[in-house]
């Protein structure tokens, strides 16, 4: 989810990278894949973590003028996070002052690395558990998003993650991203079909077999499929813009009321797919509706970007605390935040402004990932 102002002038650096590089060819073997089937499931995001992660990747080659902005962003969500839990933060070694200064030092620890960008969120481990307490991490094989941007360090952090917590690394035969994947800890998950069933990732994968490798890596007994949209935003709709599980059987919706947005439509069909859906367990969704705001402040960062990500549903759940953005419109701020506090009770909503992020195509979400507590 890198800015969409300028990932097509990156695509000439893709391209160099190779097809193996660029479009994710399946690494494991059927045997590997099923040996691990059924004994792994990915909690939600609401359980207690171990710590939270945060990419301190921003570049200019991606972000141009930009670039301070998105860093001083990432401090303010890093210090956020570790007022309630430990943070991990991965930076270059050339910027680790720069990191510490906009980060902090309270409940963080530094790793060197190289990185392309700040997507924690598509580029870190999906971690998984067993009911035996152990971890694991799957990785889905970062592709910059169907070889729409650089990828050579992002595409190797998975690992190194996975490392770092002490999991069990499992990578799949599958491509895709953490921010594709929604799940409510309980055998139910939410995907976009335009992320997943796609060319750009899985070329001659059927939905069937997209399906049936999600639920062995994840856990789940039953995925609620979403069409998104293809070619819109780098991600090809990400469900983490659109639809997330504030609890087993509830279901917070992105309703885009713009009709001038090419979300609007595809919105109001999600939400009726969503209205019309059980769980794995059988219950009906019971789901509330979060809207953009239709005046987000004016600034730098969304003066003339028809890609400004104004999402609200692009929020973190964490350790008594829900991280979510504010964009300066005062009425509709309020409106998610007291939404936020009705479906997270015990956890204190917390809103920042992230509009240098939002100015790339993403949010919050997007740029942290968690380690579940075993």
């Known amino acids: 989810m890198p800015t969409r102002r300028t990932f097509l002038q990156h695509m000439s650096v893709v391209a160099g990278l190779g097809a193996a590089a660029s479009f994710g060819l399946p690494f494991a073997s059927n045997s590997a894949r099923a040996a691990e089937a059924g004994r792994w499931f990915m909690p939600d995001e609401g359980e207690k973590h171990q710590r939270a992660y ?33 943070v991990t933060v991965f930076c270059r070694a050339s910027e680790r002052d720069i990191a510490e200064e906009e980060c902090g030092s309270h409940n963080i620890t530094y790793v060197e690395t190289e990185l392309d960008d700040i997507w924690m969120r598509d580029i870190g481990a999906n971690f998984v558990v067993d009911d035996d307490g152990a971890l694991g991490a799957v990785d889905f094989n970062f592709n910059g998003w169907g070889g729409k941007q650089q990828h050579r360090y992002d595409a190797k952090l998975a690992a190194r993650v996975a490392k770092l917590a002490g999991a069990q690394y499992q990578r799949s035969e599958l491509v895709g991203e953490g921010g594709g994947i929604e799940v409510d800890g309980h055998g139910t ?141 005062r009425s509709a701020d309020e409106k998610a935040r007291a939404l936020l506090v009705k479906l997270y009770p015990g956890r204190k909503v917390v809103q920042l402004d992230i509009d240098a992020i939002a100015a790339g195509g993403g949010g919050i979400h997007c740029v942290t990932n968690q380690c579940p507590a075993v």
Not at 60 to 86: C, K, N, S
Not at 244 to 267: I, K, M, Q, W
Request: zero cysteines; a negative charge; charged letters at 25%.
């Open 54 to 86: 945060i990419a301190f990747g921003a570049q200019d080659a991606i972000w141009e003028d930009f670039t301070e902005d998105v860093q001083a962003a990432l401090g303010r969500i890093a210090r956020a996070i570790a007022a309630y839990q430990p």
């Open 189 to 329: 998950g939410i995907m976009t079909e335009s992320s997943w069933i796609n060319s750009n990732r899985n070329p001659g994968w059927s939905k069937a077999q997209v399906e049936e490798e999600l639920k062995e890596r994840l856990g789940l007994r039953k995925i609620i499929w979403l069409p998104g949209i293809k070619g819109k935003d780098i991600t090809d709709a990400h469900v983490d813009f659109y639809a997330r599980f504030a609890a087993p059987g509830v279901v917070v919706a992105n309703l885009d009321n713009d009709p001038d947005s090419y979300d609007h439509e595809v919105t109001l069909e999600h939400l009726e797919i969503l209205r019309n859906a059980t769980d794995a367990d059988g219950r009906k969704l019971q789901v509330h509706t979060m809207s953009p705001p239709l005046k987000p402040r004016r600034s730098k960062f969304n003066e003339d970007n028809p890609d400004f990500a104004a999402g609200y549903i692009n929020y973190f759940v964490i350790n008594g605390a829900v991280i979510a953005p504010q964009f300066g419109d």
